[in-house]
């Protein structure tokens, strides 16, 4: 896809669920586009991606928070009657289920607040004190029933969905900050690559919980993921290191990676004295190859 927005303009699409407090990926669908993605009729991609995500989780009286990508009233009807589960979520101010009066900002003062109440949902209409935010915020909650200001002057609807918005954006953030993807023109490998982040942040999370429940100390990440990369790679590299047609260089590199012997520093019988061996020639194991070290002695 291509979303000039984003910092990453190209790329594979993948819609996430992730938990607000730990960050946690709790479900991913890729996107295949509007043509591809099976809805029912009259569903919308943002309904059926929540729906999708959110499945688990249902009758559980959870509540989930979106941007405007994905809010509209069928959802959170949906959600809230058929899911029980409420929604928190941005608003585009251009569509047509919003009410004039909610989007325009003349004639009312900066720092003020309109509410539009129904029987389950809760239209909030905020306009920014600060000169440089000139349009008006716009958000629905299923889960606010009341008129309520926090201790920011701005309405309790929007400190909640501030305080549970960043879940998926700060995983993306740190996938990209340690990453073990490359440059690759194979799609499913980028897939891949993202697959194993995602893994990566999964455990370390579950790593961090578990020991501060236990007060114990944990790694940081960087740290972590270290030995996580070893301990997966050495299993593999035990197996791979006896067989017959390994190059050199790279029995030499799982070596120096696995932290033991290479096969020519390795204690063996005791070999004739130099000046008494007539075999033939061969290239040091030790030396590098660009050196091309020959010698009868071993």
């Known amino acids: 896809m291509y979303i000039p927005n984003k910092p990453a303009k190209y790329g594979i699409k993948l819609v996430l669920a992730n938990d607000s407090h730990s960050k946690y990926l709790l479900a991913g669908i890729p996107y295949l586009g509007k043509l591809a993605t099976q809805r029912q009729d009259g569903q919308s991609l943002g309904q059926y991606f929540t729906k999708e995500l959110t499945k688990q989780y249902h009758h559980t009286n959870r509540n989930v928070t979106t941007d405007n990508w994905f809010t509209s009233v069928p959802l959170m009807i949906d959600l809230l009657e058929n899911c029980g ?79 549970t918005k960043g879940g998926v954006d700060t995983f993306d953030q740190m996938c990209a900050h340690y990453s073990c993807g490359r440059k690759t023109k194979r799609w499913p490998l980028c897939v891949f690559y993202g697959m194993i982040n995602a893994g990566v942040i999964n455990s370390y999370i579950i790593h961090k919980e578990n020991a501060m429940k236990r007060d114990d100390t944990y790694l940081q990440r960087r740290p972590y ?48 004295v130099a000046a008494e061996s007539s075999g033939a020639f061969v290239r040091c194991a030790d030396c590098p190859s660009g050196s091309d070290r020959k010698t009868r002695h071993r």
Request: glycine share 4%; proline share 9%.
């Open 85 to 163: 589960m409420t929604l928190v979520g941005t608003v585009k101010a251009n569509k047509k289920e919003i009410p004039h009066m909610m989007r325009v900002k003349e004639n009312r003062t900066p720092g003020t607040t309109a509410f539009l109440f129904t029987k389950e949902l809760t239209l909030v209409s905020f306009l920014p004190d600060k000169a440089s935010k000139k349009k008006v915020v716009l958000l629905m909650s299923s889960m606010h029933t009341q008129p309520s200001i926090g201790p920011t002057h701005k309405p309790e609807v929007i400190e909640f969905y501030n305080k």
């Open 225 to 272: 993921m270290q030995a996580l990369a070893l301990a997966l790679i050495k299993p593999w590299a035990e197996q791979r290191l006896p067989a017959s047609n390994l190059s050199r260089q790279l029995r030499i590199l799982i070596c120096t990676v696995l932290d033991i012997p290479s096969p020519g520093t390795l204690a063996s019988e005791e070999g004739p």
